[in-house]
Each structure stands twice: as C-alpha cells, then as structure tokens.
C-alpha cells in the first residue's frame, strides 16, 4: 500500500475500505431510491465507491489500486448488496444517502491527500487531490441518475473535503506522522459537511443573484 512513511498503512488501508463501502452505500441507498433492479443498485454501488480511488489514481500516474486488490471491489459490491436487501431498514435513518455520502468524502479526501504525499505532490496538489478523491464519488453517482451533482448546489461539498485534506497535508508538512491525524483530518470533513447539511450552511453565492431554478420533471 502507497502511503507516506511513518503513517500505518493499515490505518490507510482500513481508511480506503471504509471509504468505498460508505461511498458504496450512498450510491446503492440512490439506486434503491430510483428503483433500480438488484444489478442497477450493485453496479451504482460500485461504480460509486470505486471511482474516488480510480480517479485519484489516474490523476497520480499509478495503476488503480481497485484493479490490484480485490478487496475494494468486494467493500463496494457488499455495499450494493445491503442497500438492495436492507434499503428500508437504512432509509429509515434520515437523510442516510447524505449522511453515508459524508462519510465517504471524508474518507477519501484524506487517502486521497495522503497517497498524493507518497508520490512526491507538494502540500497544495496534494490538498486539491484529496478533495477530488473525495467528491468523485458523489459527482458520478449524480450524473449517473441525471441529476445536478451536489457538488454544484448549494451548501458545503468541497470546502469540507479541502479542510480535512489539509488538516493531514499540514501535519505531515510539519513532520508529524501520528496516526491521529488522519482520522482527524477524516472527522473534521466529515463534521464540517454533517453541520453544513443539519444547518442549511451554504457556500457563498454571487450578491444579487437569482433565486435556484427547480430542475424539469422527467
């Protein structure tokens, strides 16, 4: 596993699995919400939780590591699988497709930053990396059900994947490498994004500007 020296790449690894079955979730929960079939929700899933890592990868120059180890395309498939099976039990928890879509940017825009460490970026690209891994996920899952991403509406998307990014980028530029640091970078993403979507936190938006158009039926 690509990691920076002195991080766990346990920790790392434990990170990236959770990250693509949460994304997973978020993806098959929308799936289920769309009435898909049992291979629509799975695929959705998959292709969900696997695309944050897959563009990272690319972006960075490396083989994915969704194609190296199978235990990422099993993370998303079982994810699929207990949204089909047990879609009701989880959309009795409110807003759940957001609440697991939080969790999976947080995840992935700290593996993502820390990956983009390993192969030489500097603190900046490395940011920015990280907050790419984060909302690639949500980004296809929206375009796959032809809807606006989210990441393009209001409220905070980015800008909490940006912070938790850079709560790792900064402690390894400060020669920290305790392993608390990525799961706070995780958990302030994570905390940042949950407020924002409790509160009705948006990002700024140009003065004056008109109100959101409601998007056609289809």
Same mark, same amino acid.
Request: overall charge positive.
């Given at each position: 596993?690509?990691?920076?020296?002195?991080?766990? =790449?346990?920790? $790392?690894?434990?990170?990236?699995?959770?990250?693509?079955?949460?994304?997973?979730?978020?993806?098959?929960?929308?799936?289920?919400?769309? !009435?898909?079939?049992?291979?629509?929700?799975?695929?959705?899933?998959?292709?969900?939780?696997?695309?944050?890592?897959?563009?990272?990868?690319?972006?960075?120059? &490396? +083989? =994915?590591?969704?194609?190296?180890?199978?235990?990422? %395309?099993?993370?998303?498939?079982?994810?699929?699988?207990?949204?089909?099976?047990?879609? !009701?039990? %989880?959309? #009795?928890?409110?807003?759940?497709?957001? /609440?697991?879509?939080?969790?999976?940017?947080?995840?992935?825009?700290? *593996?993502?930053?820390?990956?983009?460490?390993?192969?030489?970026?500097?603190?900046?690209?490395?940011?920015?990396?990280?907050? $790419?891994?984060?909302?690639?996920?949500?980004?296809?899952?929206? /375009?796959?059900? #032809?809807?606006?991403?989210?990441?393009? #509406?209001?409220?905070?998307?980015? $800008?909490?994947?940006?912070?938790?990014?850079? /709560?790792?980028?900064?402690?390894?530029?400060?020669? +920290? &490498?305790?392993?608390?640091?990525?799961?706070?970078?995780? +958990?302030?993403?994570?905390?940042?994004?949950?407020?924002?979507? #409790?509160?009705?936190?948006?990002?700024?938006?140009?003065?004056?500007?008109?109100?959101? *158009?409601?998007?056609? +039926?289809?």
């Amino acid at each position: 596993m690509d990691v920076p020296e002195g991080f766990d =790449p346990g920790l $790392i690894l434990a990170l990236n699995l959770a990250g693509t079955f949460v994304f997973g979730l978020s993806g098959g929960l929308a799936g289920v919400r769309a !009435r898909l079939d049992l291979v629509g929700v799975v695929v959705l899933a998959a292709v969900v939780g696997l695309a944050g890592g897959i563009i990272r990868d690319v972006l960075i120059g &490396t +083989s =994915p590591a969704t194609f190296r180890d199978w235990r990422y %395309l099993a993370a998303a498939a079982a994810a699929g699988l207990v949204c089909f099976f047990a879609g !009701r039990l %989880l959309e #009795r928890a409110e807003r759940s497709v957001m /609440v697991f879509d939080a969790l999976g940017l947080a995840l992935f825009a700290v *593996t993502g930053a820390t990956k983009a460490l390993r192969f030489g970026l500097g603190p900046v690209q490395a940011v920015l990396l990280g907050a $790419i891994t984060g909302i690639g996920g949500g980004m296809l899952r929206d /375009v796959l059900l #032809r809807q606006v991403p989210t990441v393009l #509406r209001e409220g905070l998307y980015a $800008i909490p994947a940006l912070l938790g990014a850079a /709560v790792l980028v900064i402690a390894q530029q400060a020669g +920290s &490498t305790n392993p608390v640091f990525p799961v706070l970078g995780a +958990s302030v993403c994570a905390a940042v994004r949950l407020f924002a979507l #409790r509160y009705g936190v948006d990002a700024p938006t140009p003065p004056h500007s008109p109100p959101p *158009t409601k998007e056609p +039926s289809r």
